[in-house]
């Protein structure tokens, strides 16, 4: 269970808001609202695509080196290009990327409304499961403050939404899923945690 189920599951919940989860600020629109004044649910997994986006495609202007930054280079904390960048940014992106990201399985729990706010909501993002070829992305989207730092423990509160997407890495070249490379492995495994366990209906 995750931060709406604390009280049943005290332990658990402790133990998830211990890990260590990438905090992700994204800007609401006010063309995400529906005829309710609320973001709408279609546009919920757009948030959760730009947080994402940002946490794990590569961004070299981030880091004020001109050109393409070697993936190994972003993984090496010494070195001065991952200083800037996110620390599991180590995804090539661009027309020319080696490797594709696939979007598998997407699922999403909304728990209350989310209406317009000028502040950017924050996404808390981990891994709920890393394979030979695939992750799990698991998110928590909150409303009750931008974070200042780019990764953090997750918050105890109980979110907005929370939501699962199963990514699985392609070869550009073939089509075909690849295997996660060493250094992509070495920068997500600190953020490795329990998967969402999402409520069921009954039978």
Known sequence: ????????????????VRVTRLLVPV???WSDLDAYGHVNNVEMF?????????????????????????PEALADPADPAALAAWP????DSG?????????????????RP????????RVEMW??????????????????????ERTGRGSAARPVARAVTTIVLVSAATGSPRRIAPHERAAWEPFLGEPISFRRRGA
């Open 46 to 70: 757009r948030l959760l695509e730009e947080a994402r986006i940002t946490a794990f495609w590569a961004h070299p202007h981030e880091s004020g080196v001109a050109g393409p930054v070697d």
């Open 27 to 29: 800007q609401l629109r």
């Open 88 to 91: 599991t940014a180590v995804l």
């Open 127 to 148: 891994i709920g499961h890393m394979g030979g070829a695939s992750l799990d992305v698991c998110y928590e989207v909150h409303d009750d403050g931008t974070p200042s």
């Open 114 to 121: 989310l209406g317009f706010d000028r502040r950017p909501v």
């Open 95 to 111: 027309p020319g990327a080696s490797s594709h990201t696939f979007v598998a399985r997407q699922e999403i729990e909304y728990l």
């Open 1 to 16: 269970m995750l931060s709406s189920g604390c009280s049943a599951q005290a332990s658990t919940c402790a133990e998830l």
